[in-house]
């Protein structure tokens, strides 16, 4: 059974970091594409970031880069979300997501990724 687990959300004041991570079990680590995805109230879910399968490569939505990274730690089955700079504008619910299956799409698309946590709230104050 697949399961994602997000921690270390909270609030926390502009300019200030956090690092969320995604605790997963029931796949073998590592093998597929993660990503992060977050949805503010009001708003549709959107796509923050994600690692290929093998964790090769990276992608970034352009209101993130250069503030946060996405890393895994394959002995942990663990995905994290380090986030710097935090605005708050990035106040939002954040999602892990694993794509076990081969489902096409774009690393952005919802559609790619077929296991989803219950997400960790991040409240940054101006």
């Known amino acids: 059974q697949v399961e994602l687990a997000e921690s270390g959300g909270g609030s926390i004041q502009a300019g200030g970091s956090l690092r969320l991570s995604c605790a997963a079990s029931?796949?073998?680590?590592?093998?597929?594409?993660m990503g992060w995805f977050r949805q503010a109230p009001g708003k549709e879910r959107e796509a923050v970031a994600a690692l290929s399968s093998g964790g090769g490569t990276t992608y970034y939505a352009d209101s993130v880069k250069g503030r946060f990274t996405i890393s895994q730690d394959n002995a942990k089955n663990t995905l994290y979300l380090q986030m710097n700079s935090l605005k708050p504008e990035d106040t939002a619910m954040y999602y892990c997501?694993?794509?076990?299956?081969?489902?096409?799409?774009?690393?952005?698309?919802?559609?790619?990724?077929?296991?989803w946590g219950q997400g960790t709230q991040v409240t940054v104050s101006s």
């Open positions: 029931g796949f073998t680590f590592g093998s597929y594409w």
């Open positions: 997501a694993a794509a076990t299956f081969p489902r096409g799409g774009w690393w952005n698309e919802e559609r790619k990724y077929n296991y």
